[in-house]
């Protein structure tokens, strides 16, 4: 049965309001760096003199990530998404009855992060760039959205299954790791379905925007694809041994 010990050393025991605003801060600023830089190269807005594109999108989430898995992990685990946290519920690796607490803590950040956007570039990031939220390409439907998402979260989540549950893993080297992967996923799937990996993400601008797209694709995709992968790794993966001395 799962304890309340989390990712990197977090408990969520010990003080459920911090961690719960351990989510909140990181999945807004999560959220925020890569909506604004979305919303930057749809309005053809220079960063240092060059232009935004997709890279800038994928490296937005992906940097952040990083930085905010190390400034936060030890609080909340640095979940940050709502596939993350339900795939480690269903692997037993997170406590099933905190589910809700993350989940909701982790959209009210992503809300927070798409009406910051709104501020700071006004009405045209809405009406132009829809606020970064993510949205199908043309001729792209529904169930290629699901399909698409569920593929590039499970390789994500395999990377956090690998290593921030795994006690043969580099510690030191997780933030990095599952922030480079998100980049990378990002740049898979971007141009065909924006490249969420994330529902919060999704969700949190759709909802400000008012425009919901496939909103269904983009919850389930990353959510299934997230279990799959944590249900492989934990039950595959995770028991492999490593090679004795006299084997190798």
């Known amino acids: 049965m799962a304890d309340s010990t989390g990712l990197y050393g977090s408990n969520t025991a010990t003080n459920l309001p911090r961690v719960v605003l351990a989510e909140i801060v990181g999945t807004y600023f999560l959220v925020l760096a890569g909506t604004a830089a979305a ?27 990083i930085a905010l898995v190390f400034a936060l992990g030890h609080i ?13 519920a269903v692997t037993k ?96 799937a971007g141009p065909l379905t924006g490249g969420a990996l994330n529902p919060a993400r999704a969700l949190g601008p759709m909802i400000v925007a008012g425009t919901y797209t496939d909103f269904w694709a983009y919850i389930l995709g990353p959510v299934v694809g997230a279990i799959l992968a944590a249900l492989m790794y934990d039950g595959l993966l995770a028991g492999a041994e490593e090679p004795s001395a006299a084997e190798q």
């Open 39 to 65: 919303v930057t190269a749809a309005l053809n807005f220079p960063i240092a003199g060059l232009p935004a594109d997709s890279l800038t999108v994928a490296l937005g989430f992906g940097l952040s990530l």
């Open 76 to 88: 909340s685990g640095a979940h940050f998404n709502p596939a993350v946290t339900i795939g480690l």
């Open 93 to 188: 690796k997170f406590p099933l009855h905190y589910v809700p607490f993350y989940i909701v803590s982790q959209l009210f950040g992503a809300v927070l992060a798409a009406l910051t956007v709104l501020f700071m570039y006004g009405k045209q990031a809405k009406t132009t760039a829809a606020l970064g939220a993510t949205l199908p390409a043309q001729g792209v439907n529904g169930w290629r959205v699901l399909i698409i998402e569920a593929i590039v979260t499970f390789l994500l989540m395999l990377v956090i299954m690998a290593i921030a549950t795994d006690t043969r893993s580099p510690k030191a080297a997780a933030g990095t790791a599952i922030g480079f992967t998100l980049a990378v996923g990002i740049l898979i």
